[in-house]
């Protein structure tokens, strides 16, 4: 079956960093887009970053651009997510999700980044 661990969250202060992983199994990983999307306290989704199956194109929301940096490595089946100059408001549960098309994903159960002082 499809499985998607995320891991690397945790607590951290105002600018510091955090690298994010996502381990991916059951499908083959280098035929999928994958996204990392994060939910913070009292809000919904938010898009973060996705990146195309060759890791050439990346895209990311406005509130992350230039602080964050997704990769991936095929051979590992594995997704990153390298974050920086975090911001208190950036702390959200952050979930990795395989792009299925058409609006379809997969997700993972997600880990949690605190960003405090």
């Known amino acids: 079956q499809v499985q998607l661990v995320e891991s690397g969250g945790g607590l951290v202060q105002p600018g510091g960093s955090l690298r994010l992983s996502c381990a991916a199994s059951g499908f083959t990983f280098s035929s999928h887009w994958m996204h990392w999307v994060r939910q913070a306290p009292g809000k919904g989704l938010e898009w973060v970053s996705h990146?195309?199956?060759?890791?050439?194109?990346?895209y990311y929301a406005d509130s992350v651009k230039g602080r964050f940096t997704i990769s991936r490595d095929n051979a590992k089946n594995t997704l990153y997510l390298q974050m920086n100059s975090l911001k208190p408001e950036d702390t959200a549960l952050y979930y990795c999700?395989?792009?299925?098309?058409?609006?379809?994903?997969?997700w993972g159960q997600g880990t949690q980044v605190t960003v405090s002082s």
């Open positions: 999700a395989r792009d299925r098309g058409g609006w379809d994903f997969d």
């Open positions: 990146i195309n199956t060759g890791g050439y194109d990346t």
